[in-house]
């Protein structure tokens, strides 16, 4: 039941980001200095936060996916399912742990 909310969440977050990024990039065409004013307040380390969870958000909506994709389409599937559900777990966590590291050194350089 978990995974099912947390892919509802994460959904829901990837498409409010996507619909916020296309606003402030029409602010190209309305306003070019108001575009570059709401660009800069992007610079923040918040904002960094933010962009570090949606990159959680979307690999584990994709990994989720794929795993509701081969309970619906594989005969096996939901038989599957759990152990599905701990191996899409493992490769989230090996490859979000180095990421956050990683995004985590650069945001501290970035904001010295």
């Not at 978990?2 to 977050?13: D, E, F, N, Y």
């Not at 759990?82 to 650069?106: D, E, F, R, S």
Request: hydrophobic share 60%.
């Amino acid at each position: 039941m978990w995974s099912w909310v947390l892919h509802r969440i994460t959904g829901a977050t990837i498409f409010f980001f996507l619909f916020v990024h296309v606003l402030d990039t029409a602010l190209v065409r309305v306003s070019p200095q108001t575009y570059n004013e709401v660009v800069a307040t992007y610079t923040t380390p918040i904002v960094g936060l933010m962009e570090f969870g949606l990159v959680a958000a979307v690999g584990f909506h994709a990994l989720n996916g794929i795993r509701i994709i081969l309970i619906d389409f594989w005969a096996d599937g939901p038989r599957h399912q759990k152990t599905m559900l701990w191996i899409i777990a493992v490769v989230y966590l090996l490859v979000m742990v180095p990421a956050a590291v990683a995004i985590g050194i650069h945001m501290m350089e970035h904001f010295r």
